[in-house]
């Protein structure tokens, strides 16, 4: 349509100005199709968040959402959902490929006349004739040296900026060109004819932005750190049992998360908590405490939250790295075997899911000793490919911190440690597979147990997990002045459900035995868990939970303990 076919028709309305800018967002669209909003108001690389391209090794237990996978321990950078040293392709390999294909000094880019030179470009792709238009119509932007155009490919700012360049001298040539034109010049007078008509719509316009870039740079001022993100999280319990008091639970977590250069984070966390117990941990301690949260033997206790001291203590601190793109390298002076080995999405974070320290992880797979204090050692993630099998190993010694060369208990390499190899297989979204294997020495006892985590996806708000695991434990057991011939057997399945008649909640139910061997007590313990999780805000949710254990610390006189428990996480 012709400027005087406009004029004639009296189009004068915003339409006009709209359809420009629908024009230049499509134009600006192919010429950075993946990384147009990148342009917008983005803050220097120094002040970048320190994990724009970096999902870390972050306790899952850190963020109490519903949306958890998991990255990230019982904290996302889940830490998490939030998996162990689950890295993104790092910010300098982008930048090697970049700069690998830009000269910007020669040949940025190669001349291709004709789009049906670019090997990657079909017509089905549905910018084709757009990219038709600007590659043989306009020659304003063209692909690399190897023939393709990398349309889906992330732009730099300095491809950006040629592109630009390129595009305004072609306008201005077009210009130059057609200025004598009287249509050209009709067309420039309606412009600045709706460029005054629409002068306080743009304005307001431009006093957003300035607004948007007042509040950029206050938030940038402000932030806690350029390269640290801090998280805390708060639990506090109501519980009330069999043959105990009411009681309140309370554990407190503050998580530093430092990425120095967005390919690696370390990771500081510091705890306390108020020494709360429950009705399950009480009948467990009353005799010598095999099977508690706290236990000697292994993990099958109440609340995973109980008995955390009163006294702020540092709870994890490791450090996560890449030497190359498919391993995750993690050394540490304190780190928890459930970091790193044992995830499960249904079962995994004591704030989201299960309270049960039982059901969040294989009590022979990952030993209660170390875990719940910690200890010095080293993990690695190799994932080769970006395939479907992962394989995870750890090294971590609970007294590392012991220098007692004379005797054979502490140091790095003495009584009490754990050694543990995962291999996961992943052969679909909905099913995962993962196969272990723990060596430990805990108080004089050797141990040696094999495991099996699965979990599968029934559709996308409903699942069924299991643990299955058996080993043996021999010699004289320091802790409980006994000799031990054990072959242990632990197994526990369970059901989780998401949006479960309210959107936001998680819901799970399971049963299991913890440790099933007819030469440690003169019953098996029994453990069932319930829970519902609503999440009421972004910062707060609550979890009503009900527990069922039988002959506690396989004890046939402890009978059979109830509990329910009131569980609020506060977290930001």
């Not at 998991?70 to 090697?96: C, H």
């Not at 993962?434 to 020495?441: D, K, V």
Request: hydrophobic share 35%.
């Amino acid at each position: 349509m012709s400027v005087k076919q406009c004029r004639q028709q009296r189009i004068r309305s915003p339409k006009f100005l709209a359809g420009g800018l629908v024009g230049w967002g499509v134009l600006s669209h192919m010429c950075l199709p993946a990384k147009a909003d990148s342009l917008l108001l983005q803050p220097s690389p120094e002040t970048q968040s320190s994990d724009s391209s970096l999902q870390v090794v972050i306790p899952e237990d850190s963020i109490a959402t519903n949306n958890v996978e998991v990255l990230p321990p019982d904290t996302d950078v889940s830490v998490g959902q939030i998996e162990f040293s689950t890295i993104a392709n790092s910010e300098s390999l982008v930048k090697d490929e970049v700069f690998g294909n830009l000269d910007v000094d020669s040949d940025l880019r190669t001349q291709q006349t004709s789009v049906s030179e670019l090997s990657d470009v079909q017509p089905t792709d549905w910018a084709y004739q757009a990219l038709k238009s600007l590659v043989e119509k306009y020659d304003v932007i063209s692909g690399y040296s190897d023939g393709t155009f990398g349309g889906n490919r992330p732009m730099s700012r300095y491809e950006f900026a040629v592109a630009l360049a390129a595009t305004l001298s072609k306008v201005e040539d077009i210009i130059a060109d057609r200025m004598s034109d009287r249509f050209i010049q009709e067309d420039m007078i309606v412009l600045r004819r709706l460029q005054k008509e629409f002068r306080s719509a743009l304005d307001d316009l431009q006093q957003r932005v300035d607004n948007l870039e007042a509040r950029n740079s206050e938030l940038q001022a402000h932030q806690f750190s350029t390269t640290t993100k801090l998280h805390g999280e708060a639990i506090i319990a109501l519980t009330d049992g069999t043959d105990a008091n009411k009681t309140v639970v309370s554990r407190s977590r503050l998580t530093l998360s430092t990425s120095f250069n967005q390919q690696d984070v370390l990771v500081t966390q510091l705890e306390a908590g108020n020494n709360g117990g429950d009705a399950i941990s009480l009948a467990q301690q009353q005799e010598d405490n095999l099977l508690g949260t706290t236990g000697f033997i292994t993990n099958g206790g109440g609340l995973d939250y109980v008995e955390v001291d009163s006294d702020l203590r540092l709870r994890r601190l490791h450090y996560t790295f890449r030497p190359s793109q498919d391993v995750a390298v993690t050394v540490g002076a304190k780190m928890l075997p459930r970091d790193f080995i044992d995830h499960n999405k249904y079962a995994n974070n004591e704030a989201v899911d299960f309270s049960s320290s039982f059901f969040l992880n294989n009590p022979l797979i990952v030993q209660n000793q170390i875990d719940r204090n910690g200890g010095a050692g080293a993990a690695v993630q190799w994932n080769p490919g970006d395939g479907q099998f992962t394989v995870r190993s750890l090294y971590i010694a609970a007294d590392a911190d012991q220098p007692d060369f004379t005797s054979t208990q502490g140091g790095l390499f003495g009584d009490r440690y754990q050694a543990s190899v995962e291999v996961e297989y992943l052969p679909s979204d909905q099913l995962a597979l993962r196969l272990q294997y723990t060596n430990a020495l805990i108080n004089n006892t050797h141990i040696n147990a094999f495991g099996v985590n699965a979990e599968y996806s029934l559709n996308r708000n409903a699942g069924i997990f299991g643990r299955f695991g058996f080993g043996n434990y021999n010699g004289y057991n320091t802790a409980i002045n006994e000799d031990l011939d054990l072959h242990p057997v632990t197994w526990a399945v369970g059901v989780g459900f998401r949006n479960l008649l309210l959107p936001g909640t998680v819901a799970g139910i399971a049963i299991g035995q913890p440790f099933v061997s007819e030469d440690l007590g003169n019953a098996t313990q029994t453990n069932f868990e319930a829970f519902y999780n609503l999440q009421l805000s972004d910062n707060l949710s609550i979890t009503p939970t009900f527990s069922l254990v039988t002959n506690a610390d396989n004890d046939s006189s402890n009978g059979t303990i109830w509990q329910t428990t009131l569980r609020s996480v506060f977290s930001f």
